[in-house]
């Protein structure tokens, strides 16, 4: 059994790090057999308006621009959800906030992993705990171990995106396997109900 998985970047900088380690850490996903999709909200095709209607409250589903629905699609066929954000001024990134608020249905009982990452020794510990309730609001459930990436910089990868720092790459393989393990959870609890009907 595998997960559909899907990743929401939140930094939407020139430059960022954030394209890194959202690449390293779906790659390690889709290492152990899972289908991973990147929600980059720099990339044209899922640029969304700056939040004023949810999906569900247009009155006319032809205004809903395109990239929405894209999106929705995305989420509606997700079983678990990976959040990437940098530490904006001790919370999350307004891009990945901007895109969580759009949807609310596509997230019910659904896993979220949450990675933060910063320059500093926080590795973004400040924006994961602001990210907890937003996710628990939206019907999410998030792991217990949040993967908190310190003191990082796009020099922390060589060449071919891989951390440079063993601990990295140790950290992304702990949070990675703890996402796999409670996404089939639900996968097959959900299985089961369905077996039941
Ligand atoms: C607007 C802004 C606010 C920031 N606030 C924090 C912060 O509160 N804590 C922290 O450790 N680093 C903070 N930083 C530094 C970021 O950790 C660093 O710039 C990081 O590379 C941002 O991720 P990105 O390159 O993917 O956008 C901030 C950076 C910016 C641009």
């Known amino acids: 059994m595998s997960l559909n998985i899907v990743a929401v970047l939140g930094s939407v900088r020139e430059g960022r790090v954030g394209g890194l380690i959202g690449e390293y850490v779906a790659k390690t996903l889709a290492g152990k057999g899972h289908t991973v999709t990147i929600v980059d ?3 044209e095709e899922y640029k969304l308006p700056l939040l004023d209607k949810r999906v569900f409250d247009y009155a006319d589903a032809k205004d ?4 929405v629905v894209r ?3 995305l989420f509606q066929a997700a079983d678990a959800y990976v959040l990437v954000t940098p530490e904006y001024n001790s919370n999350a990134a307004p891009a990945l906030l901007n895109t969580l608020h759009h949807y609310f249905p596509e997230y019910n009982r659904k896993v979220a992993g949450i ?3 910063s320059i500093s020794g926080g590795g973004g510990r400040i924006a994961g705990a602001a990210l907890r309730p937003v ?3 939206l019907q999410m459930i998030s792991t217990p171990n949040p993967l908190s990436w310190p003191n990082v910089t796009p020099s922390s990868f ?3 995106g891989v951390p440079k720092d063993p601990l990295s790459v140790k950290s992304v393989e702990a949070f990675t396997s703890e996402l796999e393990w409670f996404g089939l959870a639900i996968k097959k609890a959900k299985d089961a109900e369905a077996a039941k009907i």
Do not use: E, L, N
């Open 115 to 117: 990675v933060t990452y």
């Open 64 to 67: 809903i621009p395109p990239s």
């Open 135 to 137: 996710i628990a609001q």
């Open 71 to 73: 999106i929705q699609k």
């Open 41 to 43: 909200p720099m990339k």
């Open 158 to 160: 060589d060449a071919s």
